[in-house]
């Protein structure tokens, strides 16, 4: 057990719909980090929080959006869901935010999502 | 960007036996991290083993280890007395800056009795 919690485990939704994927850190992990697993794109990084605020973007499509609330937890929002969207998507964290320092990632299990 | 290649999308090796798994990668950074993670069937991204650029001595881990070369930009995972339960999808991984981490496309080993 990573310490990172994801909920829920499956989703199942039709296409144009609207999902929140939520996260839970480890406990005293600052930063929270979300990636998309698809067969043909592979793990992609999606977006990094630090303490509340956005510090990374990367693969993440206009129609997802993210957000680390003051307890740390985070959610991640798709919105006007499209068959290309099903993936695993994953939340980790870490204690730190940058390279120079412990940049160990814990992952959660995931959540399965399918758009049909 | 770093782009980070593993060239060898599947591997098949008796048990007991040795296995090294290759990695290279392209970044213009010069403080940067390491990585192998393994994905077994249940999903899970569990970390193997780290590499931080700056240190010269390569990571082991029990029966994991690393040769990174880094003028070669190379950075391989060996396991030794390979077991049923490496079975899973390997991947190795870098992160420089503040940035997510960056993923290769994977290796598959399946260790066979």
């Known amino acids: 057990d990573s310490g990172v919690t994801q909920t829920p485990k499956h989703l199942i939704t039709a296409t144009g719909q609207r999902v929140t994927l939520r996260c839970s850190p480890r406990s005293g992990d600052l930063s929270v980090y979300w990636y998309q697993q698809s067969l043909d794109q592979g793990l992609q990084f999606l977006i990094q929080?630090?303490?509340?605020?956005?510090?990374a973007k990367g693969n993440i499509l206009e129609r997802f959006s993210a957000q680390q609330f003051p307890d740390l937890h985070s959610e991640l929002n798709l919105s006007s869901l499209e068959l290309g969207d099903s993936a695993l998507y994953f939340c980790?964290?870490?204690?730190?935010?940058?390279?120079?320092?412990?940049?160990?990632?814990?992952f959660g299990q995931g959540t399965r999502l399918t758009v049909v | 960007a770093q782009k980070i290649t593993q060239t060898q999308p599947g591997m098949f090796v008796q048990e007991k036996e040795a296995v090294t798994l290759d990695c290279t990668y392209d970044t213009s950074e010069s403080n940067y991290y390491l990585f192998w993670y393994k994905q077994p069937p249940s999903r899970q991204m569990i970390l193997v083993i780290r590499q931080e650029a700056y240190k010269q001595q390569n990571a082991t881990e029990n029966r994991f280890s690393v040769n990174f070369q880094k003028a070669a930009k190379s950075f391989s995972l060996k396991i030794s007395d390979s077991q049923l339960g490496d079975t899973a999808m390997y991947f190795c991984a870098f992160r420089g800056g503040a940035d997510g981490l960056t993923f290769g496309k994977g290796t598959h080993l399946i260790i066979q009795p």
């Open positions: 980790a964290s870490s204690v730190s935010l940058g390279a120079a320092e412990n940049t160990e990632a814990f």
């Open positions: 929080y630090y303490n509340g605020e956005e510090r």
